[in-house]
């Protein structure tokens, strides 16, 4: 299996001359054939993939789910990244639009509000064929390209684990107790919030953290919003990986046995260490890759897709995402 990385950019001072954007390619399952949703917008009166402008404060992965549902009324989350595309507006300026795969489930649809609107006069499923024959824009067709490429692998249902480093604590050199109890800065409390609608997006049903302090504060503002348990170990602290005593293993064997969304968050010097768990249990081969998606600053977090029916299979993809704040 290949794996496919990508690093989802937030608003740094290099990237903002361009405009950015996310959606993505929704797709079902109808009597056995593959479906994907095409929007034919009212005001510009073409065929297109469901997508949209980043709004302040968001993250790209936000933006996407948003974006769906504002669309088509249907709630999805994201499976594998499938591509950027970039073209020049009339404004000179450069648009870049971040897709996701996004599987739309019978009871998302069911529960769709969609009625023709100023902005879309319409929604259809059709067959990739049709889709082709239909979009109104090249850069969309390239997008379909990458996602029949998932097709083709086999990897159109996935599941995410996701590695989350804890959000800003306050320094050693300004806590007199235990490390384990140092709590986060004002703005790591404001980076908790901040990830919670991103984490969101991934469809995270399963919260794993440290028993750090710093981490459970971390994970709270999710764990609030999804009215979820947070499970918290000292099998991926810091303090047990410090001392030899850490389980990783056991903990990631789990969570890809489960074939559910979970975000795991712990410390730096774990992360590594909690990468090459998932390639291993995953059967994926060693590389560079899993440093780069390791070496995260303070509440970001990797993405790393998996297959869901059949996780051993390898890594599909791994997407990094680095907070505003």
């Known amino acids: 299996m290949i794996v496919r990385e990508a690093q989802i950019p937030a608003g740094s001072k290099s990237v903002e001359k361009a405009v950015y954007a996310a959606g993505a390619v929704v797709w079902r399952i109808i009597d056995g ?16 993939l469901p997508k949209g402008k980043v709004d302040p404060g968001e993250m790209l992965a936000e933006t996407a789910v948003r974006e769906v549902h504002e669309e088509t009324g249907i709630r999805v989350s994201l499976g594998v990244p499938i591509g950027v595309s970039r073209y020049h507006l009339a404004s000179k300026k450069q648009k870049v639009v971040h897709y996701w795969a996004a599987q739309a489930t019978e009871s998302a649809i069911r529960a ?41 692998d ?23 107790g235990a490390d384990a109890a140092r709590p986060l800065t004002e703005r790591g409390r404001r980076q908790a919030k901040s990830i919670t609608g991103p984490l969101r997006a991934f469809g ?7 028993d ?23 099998q991926i602290g810091q303090d047990a990986w410090e001392d ?3 389980d990783l293993r056991s903990i990631v064997g789990k969570r890809v046995r489960s074939g559910k969304p979970a975000v795991l968050c ?8 909690l990468l090459s768990e998932i390639a291993l249990a995953t059967g994926t081969m060693h590389g560079s890759y899993l440093g780069s998606a390791s070496a995260l600053e303070p509440a970001a977090f990797s993405v790393v897709h998996l297959s ?10 791994i997407e990094t995402h680095i907070p505003k704040l």
């Open 212 to 234: 750090a302090v710093r981490c459970v504060q971390t994970v709270e503002p999710l764990a609030r919003a999804l009215d979820r348990r947070v499970v918290q170990t000292e």
């Open 154 to 176: 086999g990897v159109l249902h996935t599941f995410p684990l996701i590695a989350l480093r804890h959000a800003k604590a306050l320094p050693r050199s300004e806590w007199d």
């Open 266 to 273: 712990s410390h730096g010097p774990v992360l590594p260490g």
């Open 33 to 48: 054939k593959l479906r994907i949703l095409l929007i034919h917008r009212t005001k510009y009166r073409d065929i297109t």
């Open 308 to 317: 869901a029916t059949n996780p051993g299979s390898g890594i599909i993809s």
């Open 112 to 152: 769709s509000t969609f009625v023709p609107n100023r902005e879309i006069a319409a929604i259809e499923w059709v067959s990739l064929k049709k889709a082709r024959a239909r979009l109104s824009y090249p850069v969309d067709l390239e997008i379909l390209d990458f996602f029949e490429h998932l097709v083709d």
């Open 204 to 210: 995270v049903r399963k919260i794993v953290t440290s």
């Open 244 to 246: 030899g005593t850490a």
